[in-house]
């Protein structure tokens, strides 16, 4: 069975930093792109960044592209998401997913939606105060 566990959410202030993990069981990474979403308060789920199931490129949407970066590590299992110059609006949920079919390009990343993706983690709060 394909589960992923989010960590390393936290409270942090504007300007600062935080790194998410994504540790996925059952699978490995080969094959799967992954992902993750973030949900703020009162406000629809929206995809942030994706890494290609098929080169393993990175691609983020243009709210986090030059804050945020994707690492993965397959002998670990964990993909991580380093959070930098965070935002009060970067507040949210942030969700880790898997899928063996969502195709991750520069285009896609910036539409993903809930159905593109079957495997979800628990979420991860991410605070960012003013």
């Known amino acids: 069975e394909v589960q992923l566990a989010e960590s390393g959410g936290g409270l942090v202030q504007a300007g600062g930093s935080l790194r998410l993990s994504c540790a996925a069981s059952?699978?490995?990474?080969?094959?799967?792109?992954i992902g993750w979403f973030r949900q703020a308060p009162g406000k629809e789920r929206e995809g942030v960044s994706c890494i290609s199931r098929t080169d393993g490129g990175l691609h983020y949407t243009d709210s986090v592209k030059g804050r945020f970066t994707l690492v993965s590590d397959n002998a670990r299992g964990t993909v991580y998401l380093q959070m930098n110059s965070l935002k009060p609006e970067d507040t949210a949920v942030y969700y880790c997913?898997?899928?063996?079919?969502?195709?991750?390009?520069?285009?896609?990343?910036?539409?993903?939606?809930?159905?593109?993706?079957?495997?979800w983690g628990q979420g991860t709060q991410v605070t960012v105060s003013s």
């Open positions: 997913v898997a899928d063996r079919l969502f195709s991750c390009t520069d285009y896609t990343v910036q539409y993903m939606d809930d159905y593109d993706f079957v495997s």
């Open positions: 059952g699978f490995t990474f080969d094959g799967y792109a």
